[in-house]
Nanobody, 126 residues
Framework: QVQLTESGGGSVQAGGSLRLSCVASRSTYSFYYMAWFRQAPEKEREGIAE????????FYADSVKGRFTITEDRAKSTLYLQMNNLTSEDTAIYYCAAKGSPLRSVPPDEARFNYWGQGTQVTVSS
């Protein structure tokens, strides 16, 4: 069974930074794509960043482009999300996800990701 475990969430002031981590129970090389989703109160879950494990191409939602960076460390079986210049609009539960097939959609469709973490809370005070 594949498990994804997020960490690094917390409370920060607007303009601050956080780095989220997602440790996978097997090599990240076994996935085609990994992504970060988030869900704010009363809003639908949205894909905000995605990386192709084989090649490293990335996708960012317009709301985070230029502020967030997604990376993966194969040696540590870990996915990261560096979040800079945070605003109150970034307050949400953040989820790590992985997909073991080459099919993708833009923006990332949560229905196409078959492995999920439990989520980590990010709260930004303005």
């Amino acid at each position: 069974q594949v498990q994804l475990t997020e960490s690094g969430g917390g409370s920060v002031q607007a303009g601050g930074s956080l780095r989220l981590s997602c440790v996978a129970s097997r090599s990240t090389y076994s996935f085609y794509y990994m992504a970060w989703f988030r869900q704010a109160p009363e809003k639908e879950r949205e894909g905000i960043a995605e990386i192709a494990i084989r090649g490293g191409s990335t996708f960012y939602a317009d709301s985070v482009k230029g502020r967030f960076t997604i990376t993966e460390d194969r040696a540590k079986s870990t996915l990261y999300l560096q979040m800079n210049n945070l605003t109150s609009e970034d307050t949400a539960i953040y989820y790590c996800a992985a997909k073991g097939s080459p099919l993708r959609s833009v923006p990332p469709d949560e229905a196409r990701f078959n492995y999920w973490g439990q989520g980590t809370q990010v709260t930004v005070s303005s």
